[in-house]
């Protein structure tokens, strides 16, 4: 059986790689992606265009100009003396941010008394407007500790210190790098291994394999097993790449990752295995892989976060290998994640894992007979 087995394995793996799609499903998707969702698809807001209608001149106003201009969020501020120029400028979305500055504004300050800012912002962009404002409410909110009446009131109320564990400078790289470890492992996993079968009777390989001494329990296992090996060694190029090419720290141990990291990948080959036994053709295979990879991908905490969901929807997320294994990966990456934990994230994945590829077992032999 061993011989058999090994057999197979090695055909699948040559399969694999001789072929021209599958090493470009095996090595541009990932490098792609990693490039992609590190650089670009990030959720932060830099290089932001500010435009300042500035009436007052003096030096307060000045000082708040200058601040903004020092910031490192906005790459570029238009000045103008024209209000229907600013409003102009965010209908036609050349600036997402606007600053109104009062005649009067050096004056109330230099009096001691509250002066005012208008920010006005492009709602179109409704997430992007939010952060805007909140770097713009801080460039103020420091000035004016700084103002003869912040530096009174700062006497008189306790000062507030912020901390950002496990990530002290909020870099998204760090947040993002290891995510990419359980998505793109996720996308190598399900595409490979639901052509696999697809692939056979397309090729018109398949019946070779039905009248050959090869069981149907052998030749479940040779196509689960290629895929786990891609996809163990996809894990380490992006934790090396992770720790050696983007600087994220790793405070946990590898073996437990990799431990968790294998029955995730076991739960996906299920799943792809499963597509697989459904469909006759590789571009089948591919639809229905991605069919399901957006939802999961979606529905996993990756982008936006579980608990702002609609109730009847955060349910569904539970069936999801890849909620899991996110808690796993970034655990480990950022904070030491206590071996307890990853057991508590671990045993759904097995759960999920038994019943995925008992069902792709059970469809593989209805297939077969």
């Known amino acids: 059986m061993w011989l058999r087995l090994k057999a197979l394995i090695i055909k699948e793996l040559l399969a694999v790689l001789r072929d021209p799609r599958s090493r470009f499903v095996l090595i541009m998707p990932p490098l792609m992606q990693l490039l992609i969702f590190t650089y670009a698809a990030t959720l932060e807001v830099k290089n932001v265009d500010l435009m300042v209608l500035n009436r007052d001149g003096g030096y307060w106003s000045g000082e708040l100009v200058r601040r903004l201009e020092g910031a490192p969020t906005f790459r570029s501020i238009r000045f103008t003396r024209d209000p229907e120029a600013l409003h102009r400028a965010i209908d036609e ?89 359980a998505e793109i492992g996720m996308l190598i996993a399900l595409i490979l291994t639901s052509l696999a079968v697809a692939r056979e009777r397309e090729l018109g390989t398949f019946d070779q394999l039905m009248v050959s001494p090869l069981s149907a329990r052998e030749i479940l296992l040779g196509k689960l097993i290629p895929p786990l090996l891609l996809g163990l060694a996809q894990m380490t190029f992006f934790v090396v790449a992770a720790v050696f090419f983007f600087k994220v720290p790793l405070r946990g141990a590898l073996l437990p990752l990799y431990g968790s990291g294998l029955f995730f990948l076991a739960s996906v080959v299920g799943l792809g295995l499963f597509i697989s036994s459904l469909c006759k053709t590789q571009q089948q295979a591919i639809l229905g892989a991605f069919l399901l990879l957006v939802p999961a991908t979606t529905l996993s905490g990756f982008a936006t976060p579980i608990d702002n969901m609609p109730g009847w929807l955060q349910p569904l997320t539970y069936l999801n290998p890849l909620r899991y294994f996110l808690v796993v990966a970034k655990g480990v990456f950022l904070r030491d994640l206590p071996l307890s934990e990853i057991v508590l994230q671990t045993a759904p994945l097995a759960l999920i894992a038994l019943v995925t590829l008992s069902a792709a077992a059970w469809l593989f032999r209805r297939r077969m007979e």
Do not use: C, H, K, M
Request: charge should be negative.
């Open 93 to 181: 979305q050349q600036v997402i941010a606007a600053i109104g500055i009062d005649a009067g504004f050096s004056r109330e300050i230099s009096a001691g008394r509250p002066a005012s800012v208008q920010l006005i912002l492009d709602g179109r962009r409704s997430n992007a407007s939010q952060i805007v404002g909140n770097y713009v409410s801080q460039v103020v909110s420091t000035l004016g500790g700084e103002t003869p009446a912040g530096e009174q009131a700062a006497a008189l109320t306790p000062a507030l210190v912020e901390r950002n564990w496990f990530n002290p400078n909020l870099d998204y790289q760090w947040f993002i790098v290891p995510s990419l470890i």
